[in-house]
C-alpha cells in the first residue's frame, strides 16, 4: 500500500508544477486535489491500481489531457468569434 490518505504525492505534472494529492474528505470516496480543484473518484477504483502513486499519475495525465482539450476548445471558439467579428465590422 501507498502512503497514507493526505499525503501529498509531488509528481512531476507536465508544465503546471502542481502537486497533486490524495485528500479525505470524510466520504468513502477518493478525492484528489489537482491544480487547486477536487476531482471525486470511486475508491474501488483507486484500489485497482498496484499503488497510489500509480492511482495518482493516472489521474495525473487524465486531468492535464481533459484541461489541454478544454483550452483548445476556448481558443478555437475564441477565433471564431474574432472572425465573425471582423466579418460583421465590414
Known sequence: MG???GAP????ARKTMEAIRIIDDGTL???VLFMGM???YDSEFRFSFDSDE?????????????FLRHRKLR???DAMFAAANEELSL
Open 29 to 31: 470516496d477518493t478525492v
Open 54 to 66: 500509480e492511482f495518482l499519475e493516472f489521474v495525473e495525465l487524465e486531468l492535464s489531457a481533459e
Open 75 to 77: 481558443q478555437d471558439m
Open 3 to 5: 502512503a497514507p490518505i
Open 9 to 12: 504525492y509531488l509528481l512531476k
Open 38 to 40: 477536487e476531482h471525486r
